[in-house]
């Protein structure tokens, strides 16, 4: 067989039960989209080559997870020469952050990013130490703004985005516009320095210059640094796979921030079945699509957001609107799942139903399910 009839990657397993991460090798055949894994520790074949639902061409490139009968794969390595070569030419990476200037922007920002082609890999909402800030921005430490910088960044939420399209740098900082926002204004006014940011400093995005800084601003970002859910006042919200795959989540976490909701966590999540059953088992025997639900949340990236307001899980609700789109559509057009649920399964989002299940949603999806555990 041809090295041409097929593509390679090297994956990583978390495997739970015994707690280690397990490496394979992930082969994908374009022509009929089927995949064969082989275990590179056993040596020896995982998986028969198979089509496996729900995994495409598509959902090629680093970083990203791989639901693989309710196993999560995450694509770490080109396997051969011939993949790296072709998918470095087709999807580069790059990183992007919201600086905290641009917070009440969050959604509108994401939403931007989508319309102009790049797919979104890793997100997630954090604060920056000033010692964080500082090896953020320590290719910029000898120059006079190195410390208003640094001030400001670490002054309250930013949020950090691996960035996959191709030719993603030079996309993405033209995307943003200059760094200075008065220059940024006149030539290119429809950037997003033009549209959100201030000044120099507060020019609400900031956006890595080469593949070396994106790689290492990126793994400050995803890889050291812990962001804890506050956990009072609170309420979770899941915007689930299909939300995201067709565009929605920005929109969605802008409605959010506009009607008055604080942000105080978010990231996205890969989660695998069984941590799906344990996440909505209180919905088990209860909703007849409950099968269907756990494999609409495991078929691809979910967001999880903490919000926080007073009464906050009723007042959550009630923006979400009824479970049924239809009836939402009907009844409570202005909601969210009115506005952006297809059925009772795909119904954009999930939200806290029980006061009581507030805190103990968001410690699940923050401090167990979070990646950060798996790329320490």
């Known amino acids: 067989m041809s090295v041409l009839e097929r593509f390679c990657f090297v994956t990583e397993y978390y495997d739970s039960y015994a707690t280690i991460v397990r490496k394979f090798q992930l082969f994908f055949y374009p022509k009929d989209n089927s995949i064969e894994i082989y275990d590179i520790k056993n040596k020896k074949i995982f998986l028969k080559r198979c089509v496996v639902p729900g995994v495409s061409f598509k959902d090629l490139y680093l970083g990203n997870d791989i639901n693989i009968y309710s196993r999560l ?19 580069s990476n790059t990183f992007g952050l919201i600086k905290p200037d641009a917070y009440l922007n969050i959604g509108k920002i994401i939403d931007f990013i989508y319309q102009n082609g790049f797919n979104i890999s ?6 920056l130490s000033l010692e964080d800030a500082s090896l953020f921005y320590n290719n910029i430490q000898n120059q006079p703004l190195f410390q208003p910088m640094i001030n400001f960044i670490s002054s309250d939420y930013v949020v950090g985005m691996d960035l996959v399209k191709k030719n993603a740098i030079k996309d993405w900082l033209n995307v943003i516009g200059p760094e200075d926002v008065d220059i940024a204004k006149n030539n290119n006014p429809n950037s997003l320095r033009a549209v959100f940011g201030t000044d120099k400093i507060k020019n609400a995005i900031h956006g890595s210059l080469t593949s070396s800084d994106a790689k290492r601003e990126s793994s400050l970002i995803f890889n050291k640094i812990r962001h804890q859910p506050i956990l009072n006042n609170n309420s979770c919200v899941v915007i689930k796979p299909h939300a995201i795959s067709e565009g929605n989540a920005g929109k969605i976490i802008d409605i959010l921030l ?38 609409s949340v495991v078929c691809g990236p979910i967001i999880a957001i903490e919000v926080r307001q007073n009464d906050c899980v009723n007042k959550m609700r009630a923006l979400a609107g009824p479970h049924d789109p239809d009836i939402a559509k009907a009844l409570r057009p202005n909601t969210i799942r009115a506005k952006f649920g297809n059925n009772c399964v795909y119904n954009a989002i999930h939200c806290t139903d029980l006061e009581e299940d507030a805190v103990i949603e968001c410690d699940y999806l923050f401090n167990k399910v979070s990646s950060f555990k798996f790329n320490e």
Do not use: W
């Not at 909701?261 to 059953?277: G, H, P, T, W």
């Open 258 to 295: 506009t009607e008055g909701f604080e942000i105080s966590s978010m990231e996205m999540l890969y989660i695998d079945k069984v941590q799906a059953e344990e996440f909505f088992e209180i919905y088990k025997g209860v909703l007849p699509e409950y099968s269907q639900m756990i494999d």
């Open 73 to 91: 794969h995450k694509l770490v390595e080109y396997g051969d020469d011939y993949t790296k070569n072709y998918f470095e030419e087709i999807r």
């Open 122 to 127: 890793r997100l997630k909402l954090c604060k």
